[in-house]
């Protein structure tokens, strides 16, 4: 999978490759499976409330992340789009309990009422918990042209993502810090490397493993999941500050209002602005070993720091 | 498997077996197995609050199903501890939600306050959506002995009775039917097929699947575990009247003041017995062709029966 030909990509080079298509393409086909992932059946309405938040829109990054990196190490999508579709089940599923009022209270994602606003709170709680568990089982399902061994392998790691060591463990300590006011570096990293990273992670390392990648692979993904992790998380609270709601799709200012401890209020906005940049060039140097075949996932880490909503 | 030479047990033989003994011993190797499975860790107070609810007491009839059912079919407990386990992670999940606020609002279960009294309700939420996403990793990380393809299957039917076919789908039409008072026996064993039944139900079959059963052997297993899963409910309907708090650990009379439909405002308490009793002896006579090795499951199907808590 090595191509020692390759010369060193750097972060000026790999915008060459047209991302705009390969995203949009990738997006369509991840759409489409996750229409077809969730027919409505009875009790129709909690079908109604899953598919709500599942095809609200969104980037699709974590799908289109495992599915690129399934490509780089010559995996078919058939081996991998059940993964990630699985993956964003899993993200939807953490918007969802985010958004309760019990949580982040939030009434709008991805430019639409959220799914307790829609459909009520016992609904939005049913929802996420039937989302969480149709992942498992749509992996086992449907994932095709893959050993059992690895396909456990990915259940072990989605799991994992999504517990007290992952999303859960990282929305605890955010809800822990709201309204303090000195939060340290560490506590910040804590709970974005939790909350955002090790998703971001597991959609990377699965999409490798379903197609057979190395351990010294895995390595390599992991350090450029990682950074692409934090590097995402620096500039979502960034955009939280100069996006506009109608550029993100949710409401803007809440950082601020909520007296929310991010990387600007303890960086400021260059300074974050700079650290984001560093960790994508890190994330992008950590894939210049495979050469030309990267290409698609050092195109994403560069779209993630310049991105706009 | 089956024994042929093995006599007709009927209901009224097979309480020669000492269940006592054997749910009292196996109770204790779950809930040491359950106490080893989640050692406190960073961020400390989601793994107490995963912790208080899971090692808050309870029959363990789940896991002890599945340890049962792999007995019975030649299997180690090295092969079903975990997944039993697993079993309990799910159950206890599907506690913590509906307990909440936003659903059926209670304040004990198993004679303790309840998760969200406790924690409060965004880490209750959270424990509950830790504990399902465990359930899955700690399948796939302990299991021993037993192939990939088996437990494959274990997920997928473990994803499936949580999932919008099973539990939350459940739970969405109770919800539903709260007030109604003109509810069907249709629509009730719907609820509860899925509410209660199909756990019951993977609880029983992963056990039987990871020791290896034949397609025939699960389809007998599958009449047991669907009979007892019913008759389970009957009799929690039927307690609900005649049990006082203190026996049942949680709320009494609950069903009455919500004004919810049940089995005996049905069919009333005495014809509600006879049900229950009818479908018990169904699902020990599904088991017969097993002989002496289904006693332990055959003697639970009578203790579901004839409990008084």
Not at 21 to 26: E, F, V
Not at 69 to 75: D, I, R, S, V
Not at 162 to 170: E, K, M, S
Not at 277 to 302: M, R, S
Request: glycine residues 8%; proline residues 3%; charged residues 25%.
């Amino acid at each position: 999978m090595i191509t020692t030909e390759a010369k060193m990509v750097t972060s000026e080079t790999v915008i060459n490759f047209d991302l705009e298509t390969y995203l949009k393409d990738k997006k369509a086909i991840v759409d489409q499976a996750l229409d077809d992932s969730l027919p409505i059946i009875d009790p129709e309405k909690i079908y109604e409330a899953m598919r709500y938040s599942l095809l609200a829109g969104g980037k699709r990054l974590r799908p289109i992340l495992c599915l690129g990196a399934c490509e780089l190490f010559g995996g078919t999508q058939t081996m991998s789009l059940p993964t990630a579709c699985a993956l964003e089940m899993i993200h939807t599923m953490s918007l969802i309990h985010d958004d309760l009022p019990a949580m982040d209270n939030d009434d709008y994602r991805r430019g639409k009422l959220t799914n307790h606003k829609m459909y009520g709170e016992d609904i939005a709680i049913l929802a996420g918990d039937g989302l969480l568990a149709y992942a498992f089982e749509f992996v086992v399902d449907k994932t095709e042209n893959v050993t059992p061994e690895r396909i456990l392998q990915v259940i072990f790691r989605l799991g994992r993502a999504v517990g007290a060591r992952g999303l859960v463990g990282g929305q605890v300590v955010d809800l822990d810090c709201e309204g303090k006011t000195d939060i340290s570096v560490e506590t910040l990293n804590f709970i974005h490397t939790h909350k955002t990273g090790a998703l971001l992670e597991t959609s990377v390392l699965s999409g490798a493993i379903l197609a057979g990648a190395s351990e010294e692979d895995l390595e390599n993904l992991t350090l450029y999941a990682q950074n692409i992790g934090l590097a995402f998380q620096i500039i979502d609270d960034i955009l939280d500050i100069t996006a506009t709601q109608e550029e993100l799709g949710k409401t803007a200012g809440k950082d601020l209002t909520a007296q929310k401890a991010t990387y600007p209020s303890i960086w400021g906005l260059e300074e974050s602005k700079k650290q984001a940049q560093k960790l994508i060039d890190e994330a992008v140097n950590a894939l210049t070993i495979y050469g030309e075949k990267a290409f698609p996932l050092q195109a994403i880490a560069q779209f993630i720091v310049n991105r706009k909503f």
